[in-house]
């Protein structure tokens, strides 16, 4: 069974750097194939891509309203991705999921998901 857990999130003020961490477990082929990504949700609002990284390769894909500001990477050994998020501002305010075994930017792209994590922006 994959799992996967988000941590990393809290307050912050505009201007200010958080990193997210994403831990899977329960690795199989479906997930390692391809890659994890990064969502985000705020109330009302519909859940939205972020990022999205591969496992066998460099490749990043970034929302044009983050890039520049967030970064995603990943650690093969720890089965861990990250998002370093800086210049925050108070529209990233959200419920942050990392997701895995997909990759791209819809949410119908990847088989499973973390419970998510809060990130406030206070301006």
């Known amino acids: 069974q994959v799992q996967l857990v988000e941590s990393g999130g809290g307050l912050v003020q505009a201007g200010g750097s958080l990193r997210l961490s994403c831990e899977e477990s329960?690795?199989?082929?479906?997930?390692?194939?391809?890659?994890m990504g990064w969502f985000r949700q705020a109330p009302g609002k519909e859940r939205e891509f972020v990022a999205a990284?591969?496992?066998?390769?460099?490749?990043?894909y970034y929302a044009d309203s983050v890039k520049g500001r967030f970064t995603i990477s990943r650690d093969n050994g720890k089965n861990t991705v990250y998002l370093q998020m800086n210049s925050l501002k108070p529209e990233d305010t959200a419920v942050y999921y990392c997701?895995?075994?997909?990759?791209?930017?819809?949410?119908?792209?990847?088989?499973?998901w973390g419970q998510g994590t809060q990130v406030t922006v206070s301006s």
């Open positions: 997701a895995s075994g997909g990759y791209g930017s819809g949410t119908s792209s990847y088989n499973y």
């Open positions: 329960g690795r199989t082929f479906i997930t390692y194939a391809y890659g």
């Open positions: 990284i591969k496992w066998s390769s460099r490749n990043t």
